[in-house]
């Protein structure tokens, strides 16, 4: 008969027991990554330098600029210093950064190789399923294989008469009527703001957000609107603080809580709507049957209402248009004329162009097209102030990109599976190699006549590969119709803001002080 082993005897050995076992499996995984590395011919990329133990310094830095809002030229440095690809850890979560053409090709057009896993959890709870932030047969569900959205798009599209006169009815009410007109300062960021969020939802989701619409209504959404800028700004802390947004609860338990009401508030809308907007798609196809005609086409909506109709799956749907629309036009108009304000000479040359439609309203032909000079403005300013200027993806297995790897960054780049790889299309749209040395300069003309081609994977404001931005038809069409606006009611503009630029790096990019602007009819 043995004798029986002390409690602590077993504790002890479990521990052994424990350590043994995570020893081998570091073993283990480190050679199958050496295998790996070996076999493909890929190497690490270089490290960041001067992070600080477990990248504390480099996450106190970052905040610092969030902060002064040069947190996007703080990223632009890092990778002058570090080359276009590097690695580092940010409170021992590691990350490989990456600005080159070639390696950004392979991240977003192998979309089941790199995903967007972590971004359910930098939304949660706001949204927990819809095309942002799926992968995989969901995010197909969304977008491609029941294309879910593309109908509501096509719809869109195709009703863009209506979106057109939307656009008319919100920019008359809510910007061009609130400018004074003897050139009082003015912030036209904040007008932009409401102004792409009333029409969004008036296009988006056929809700009726003109000044007659109905005190409550109103009402609701004034708390809508204050709620999705919060979960927003929440969304943006969490994707940038990582794993240590789990410490929220504890750390910050008031902040946290606000957050979840507001997404819970965010839920209740969009719920309230969409139960209205099906009972009266329901009984607008009843009368249209009774009578015989063929249904008006109703827009996004109702494409999407034709591709599902389960509720919860819209309210993620719809949440993600509005929330996608809504800061990312009111970031680039914000821009388009900050700088507008500080080049006489581009404001003249565009006025020039717009005079030319003889003060009739655009339609769709000089918005597709017809008025090149604006094109290139509104291409210069998404190319240095991209309104989304980071965004993540993480690898799902071991995977290489096609540079970056080794000391001199030309081998294959190694990337072991989960890791968060992280691009900035702000950083990729400023390297002075690839758009020239004057690459910090707002020049319009770069589209008109240096550059003839721009080589895809240099410049890419709205994504690219299969996840490209769906709504980037809209938002610029919707873009050069406003500033079409702008120019045809007002002939001088003054920057009323001597200090330097600096940005809000929430999501999307907006200016941290606004727009604040003089204009003046004549
Ligand atoms: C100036 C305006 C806009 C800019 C600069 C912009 C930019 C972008 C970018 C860069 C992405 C890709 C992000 C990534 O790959 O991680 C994206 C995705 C997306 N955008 Fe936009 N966007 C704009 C307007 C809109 C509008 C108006 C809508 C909806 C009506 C919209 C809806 C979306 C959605 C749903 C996605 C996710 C697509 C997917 O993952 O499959 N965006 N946008």
Redesign the pocket.
């Known amino acids: 008969m043995g004798l029986p082993l002390s409690k602590s005897v077993v504790a002890q050995a479990a521990l052994i027991l424990t350590i043994l076992l995570f020893l081998t499996r570091h073993v283990l995984r480190q050679l199958a990554i050496r295998r790996f590395m070996a076999r493909t011919g890929s190497k690490l990329p270089r490290t960041i330098r001067g992070s600080g133990f477990l990248g504390l310094r480099m996450a106190r830095e970052s905040d610092k600029a969030l902060q002064r809002g040069d947190y996007l030229a703080l990223l632009r440095s890092r990778f002058a210093a570090n080359g276009h690809t590097y690695q580092g850890s940010i409170l021992g979560i590691p990350f490989t950064a990456t600005i080159e053409p070639e390696n950004l090709r392979a991240v977003?057009t192998h979309i089941d190789d790199f995903t967007?896993s972590g971004?359910m959890t930098d939304w949660w709870p706001m949204l927990q399923g819809?095309?942002?932030?799926?992968d995989g047969s969901d995010?197909k569900m969304?977008?491609a294989k029941q294309n879910l959205?593309k109908p509501a798009?096509a719809h869109?599209k195709r009703a863009s008469h209506k979106s057109l006169a939307a656009l008319e009815d919100h920019i008359a009410t809510r910007v061009l009527s609130r400018i004074p007109q003897d050139g009082a300062t003015v912030d036209l960021q904040a007008l932009f703001l409401d102004y792409?969020f009333h029409a969004?939802l008036s296009?988006?989701i056929n809700q009726d957000s003109s000044s007659s619409t109905a005190a409550h209504e109103q009402s609701q959404q004034r708390d809508m609107l204050e709620n999705m800028q919060l979960a927003l700004f929440e969304a943006g802390r969490r994707a940038k603080i990582g794993t240590l947004r789990l410490l929220d609860p504890v750390v910050r338990p008031r902040k946290y809580w606000r957050y979840l009401k507001a997404c819970w508030g965010i839920h209740a809308y969009f719920d309230h709507v969409i139960d209205l907007r099906l009972a009266e798609l329901d009984s607008r196809m009843a009368r249209d049957k009774v009578l015989g005609k063929s249904e008006e086409d109703g827009g996004?909506f109702d494409g999407l209402a034709d591709a599902t109709r389960d509720r919860v799956q819209l309210r993620w749907?719809l949440s993600?248009?509005?929330?996608?629309?809504?800061d990312?036009?009111a970031?680039?108009l914000a821009h388009i004329f900050w700088e507008l304000a500080r080049r006489p000479e581009v404001w003249s040359r565009l006025q020039a162009e717009v005079d030319g439609l003889g003060g009739r309203m655009p339609d769709d032909e000089d918005l597709r097209g017809g008025l090149t000079y604006l094109k290139a403005v509104i291409n210069e300013a998404?190319r240095m102030y991209?309104?989304?200027g980071i965004?993540?993806?993480w690898a799902a297995r071991d995977l290489t990109l096609p540079v970056g790897g080794g000391p001199d960054g030309k081998s294959p780049c190694f990337v072991p599976r989960g890791r968060r790889v992280i691009t900035s299309?702000n950083a990729l749209h400023r390297r002075p190699d690839l758009w020239g040395a004057d690459t910090d300069e707002f020049k319009p003309e770069r589209f008109l006549e240096t550059i003839k081609i721009i080589p895809k994977w240099n410049y890419?404001?709205?994504?690219?590969?299969?996840?490209?931005?769906?709504?980037?038809h809209?938002?610029?069409i919707?873009?050069h119709y406003s500033v079409v606006r702008m120019m045809q009611t007002f002939r001088r503009i003054e920057a009323r803001d001597p200090r330097p630029y600096a940005e809000e790096a929430g999501i999307?990019i907006t200016i941290k002080h606004g727009a604040l602007i003089g204009l003046y009819t004549s």
């Open positions: 977003f967007k971004r819809g095309v942002l932030v799926a995010w969304s977008r959205l798009f869109q792409t969004g296009i988006l996004f749907e993600t248009a509005v929330a996608g629309s809504k990312t036009m970031g680039l998404l991209p309104t989304i965004t993540f993806r299309f890419l404001p709205f994504g690219a590969g299969q996840r490209i931005c769906p709504g980037q809209f938002a610029m919707a873009t999307p």
